[in-house]
């Protein structure tokens, strides 16, 4: 039964456990014993309504008592909770407020706020800074972390040296053996290169979490904004959790504080090097963003850190369900905003006499060798997609580029009804999609990358020509 916590009591000292350690059968009375029903009420998504009364604390994994747990009760102090206390907080308000405060500042704001209801998602990766952070408070705090079984093994080497840095107890979170043994069973252990990494991630990934997360009013994660020009540009330093619910249950009864929005990948690792925090050695082989074993991969000096996670699928999907609320509406449906006849309220995207706009037989047209003269690149877009308008420039620039050099440009729209034949035949996952035919194969091949420059989208073309 994976039930420690982590204290920052615990930080500096020799022994793992001794200062915290209670018998294990009050520890466990305390927190099922006495819960209090909390005043959940209907309230806007920007407020969270909630009693401060702490007289119990809930565990990550509420599991049934048992009484051979070797995992020690660390930090279970339980506040006495005399006072009834209610509290509406505006968490845009306070977002706004935070925007240009310091990530230690954040991480004690949110430490002080949620006391034992609060704990950081630790991935493993730089990420450790959160918890180097939470040191620096010198607040009490909970680390957790979703042990996927798929992980490198120097994650795990490296999971064992922040427990031993930080003198803590990692609260690791695992999937449901009979969900992954029905998955593995029936798809095989690799089925996220054929069908997407969603179904996999939503059983070793999402529903740990899913179940972390009950036991807790806020969680504390290492989103930045510049990790994913996809699907990050705009995560707040806080805010009530779009997807997931906290210990009260409903929507908005979680906190979401992403303390280091605003840094830049480099300063985290200035941060790191100036604090002397021990990181994970895979990052001296080439790997940013660290995930599971086979879905991570290093990537070249240039390339985006996002680049080396699910590298077979487009941008926009990389996320693994755990930030999903990162991806907008119109991205995840793959509408756009539409007139009452169907047609985008968008203006149509890379309108030039170098861009031909192929139809649905045109696109059909380049899916049979025989009709293929010259080499095409196409672009599957939809002109409400900001991903496709933000490459507009590009595109046209490399249109013009590629004029008269024999490969022909092209583009298709591929919202809407022509949807359903574009992810079928042409393996549309997300806007923009850019294809390459070429001149003697009959497969189109996928552009792999989220760098859409012309000089990226050139390069591209002609390793393939
Ligand atoms: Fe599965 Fe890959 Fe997701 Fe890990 S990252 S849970 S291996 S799909």
């Not at 303390?259 to 480099?266: D, L, Q, Y």
């Not at 095409?376 to 409400?384: C, D, G, I, R, S």
């Not at 590009?394 to 580029?401: D, G, N, Q, R, T």
Request: aromatic share 10%.
């Amino acid at each position: 039964m994976a039930l420690s916590f982590t204290s920052s009591s615990a930080v500096h000292g020799s022994s793992l456990y001794s200062s915290f350690e209670q018998p294990k059968d009050s520890f466990l009375d305390a927190q099922f014993g006495s819960s209090q029903p909390l005043g959940w009420l209907n309230l806007p998504s920007t407020a969270v309504k909630f009693s401060r009364r702490r007289c119990a604390v809930k565990p990550l994994n509420a599991e049934p008592k048992r009484k051979d747990s070797i995992v020690p009760s660390a930090a279970t102090i339980v506040a006495p909770g005399v006072v009834e206390k209610v509290e509406v907080e505006d968490y845009e308000k306070l977002a706004n407020e935070l925007e240009n405060a310091s990530p230690l500042e954040i991480m004690d704001k949110a430490l002080e706020k949620f006391g034992n209801d609060i704990a950081i998602a630790f991935s493993g990766a730089e990420d450790v800074a959160l918890i180097e952070y939470a040191r620096l408070t010198g607040r009490p705090f909970r680390v957790f972390s979703l042990d996927t079984g798929r992980l490198n093994p120097e994650t795990y080497k490296f999971f064992d040296k922040v427990e031993r840095h930080y003198g803590i107890r990692i609260e690791y979170m695992f999937p449901d053996a009979v969900e992954v043994q029905a998955l593995v069973r029936s798809k095989g252990l690799f089925s996220f290169y054929e069908d997407g990494h969603q179904e996999c991630c939503r059983v070793r990934k999402v529903r740990p979490l899913r179940r972390a997360l009950k036991g807790l009013r806020a969680w504390i994660t290492g989103q930045r904004k510049d990790q994913s020009p996809g699907t990050r540009s705009e995560v707040p330093v806080v805010q009530v959790d779009p997807v997931f619910e906290g210990m009260d249950g409903g929507v908005g009864s979680l906190v979401k504080w992403n303390p280091v929005a605003n840094v830049k990948g480099e300063d985290v690792w200035k941060f790191l090097r100036t604090m002397n925090v021990p990181v994970n050695s895979l990052h001296a082989k080439g790997y940013i963003s660290i995930g599971c074993e086979p879905c991570t991969r290093p990537v070249l000096p240039g390339q985006h850190e996002r680049e080396g996670r699910w590298w077979w699928e487009d941008s926009k999907a990389k996320e693994c369900g755990l930030h999903k609320g990162n991806i907008k509406e119109e991205t995840l449906n793959g509408n756009g905003a539409v007139h009452a006849n169907g047609t985008s309220t968008n203006a149509d995207l890379f309108v030039t006499e170098n861009v031909v706009n192929l139809s649905r037989p045109g696109i059909e047209n380049l899916l049979k060798l025989e009709n293929r003269r010259e080499p095409w690149v196409v672009v599957l877009y939809a002109p409400w997609c900001q991903f496709c308008q933000a490459m507009e420039v590009s595109y046209v620039e490399l249109a013009e580029k590629l004029t008269g050099s024999g490969v022909k440009v092209g583009k298709s729209r591929a919202d809407g009804e022509e949807k359903a034949f574009a992810q079928q035949e042409l393996r549309l996952g997300s806007f923009p999609t850019i294809l390459f035919f070429p001149k003697h194969s009959s497969y189109p091949i996928k552009y792999p990358s989220e760098k859409r420059d012309v000089d990226s989208l050139l390069a591209f073309v002609s390793a393939l020509r």
